[in-house]
């Protein structure tokens, strides 16, 4: 029995959905907001914590790949190549995408003036328009990030990307890449976690 402590519609339902998507039936989920003391289960604060019944584990990127190590999927090849570019579309995600997208909710938190806080979140929007250009040439001659089939990092990138809709930025997700995260929040792993995430079962 694994349980996941999320915050909804945050990084944590990436590691949800990939629970799903790999068939883990056994999960439970705890909204932090809801745990009097979050800062002992995770000291920094943030979500995804797993705790596998024995540890509790943190970091969404580490997370994820300790469990496709545990379960048998082909969303993390065993070795070679193609398992250090699984981790390394998955370190994108998590250490780049998903930083390039955290400056807008700190600059929407920490800047008090609407112009300055409007000129910032521009400028932070082009870095993250970036990144989807380099996705999106990533994208060029495959559907997902890993090829044919969905990979955890296009599950991670699907999550960040609704993000953008929060703020009064112009975020421009071209096409290919587009088309990937409308495939992944179409699939029943994840829809399934956002269920979850509404009932919070
Ligand atoms: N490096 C951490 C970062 C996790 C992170 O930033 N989580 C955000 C949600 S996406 C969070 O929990 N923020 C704390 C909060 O908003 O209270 C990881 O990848 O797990």
């Not at 990127?61 to 070795?79: G, Q, R, V, W």
Request: proline letters at 4%; one cysteine or more.
């Amino acid at each position: 029995m694994y349980t996941l402590y999320y915050m909804e519609g945050s990084c944590s339902l990436a590691t949800l959905s990939v629970l799903n998507e790999i068939g883990v039936e056994d999960v439970r989920i705890i909204d932090k907001e809801k745990v009097a003391e979050y800062k002992s289960i995770n000291p920094v604060g943030a979500v995804p914590a797993l705790d596998d019944g024995s540890t509790v584990w943190r970091e969404g990127a580490a997370l994820i790949i300790y469990l496709l190590d545990k379960h048998e999927s082909n969303m993390l090849p065993e070795n070679g190549d193609a398992r250090q570019s699984a981790i390394e579309n998955i370190m994108f995600a998590n250490a780049t995408m998903h930083p390039a997208y955290g400056r807008l909710f700190f600059l929407n938190q920490a800047v008090e003036d609407d112009q300055v806080k409007l000129d910032s979140m521009a400028k932070a929007t082009n870095m993250i328009n970036d990144l989807w250009k380099a996705v999106e040439k990533e994208l060029q001659n495959k559907v997902y990030l890993g090829g044919s089939e969905p990979s955890a990092a296009d599950f991670m990138l699907a999550v960040y990307s609704r993000w953008g809709e929060m703020f009064p930025v112009d975020i421009v997700i071209p096409p290919k890449a587009k088309e990937m995260i409308a495939s992944i929040i179409s699939r029943p792993s994840f829809i399934k976690a956002l269920d979850m995430e509404k009932t919070e079962l």
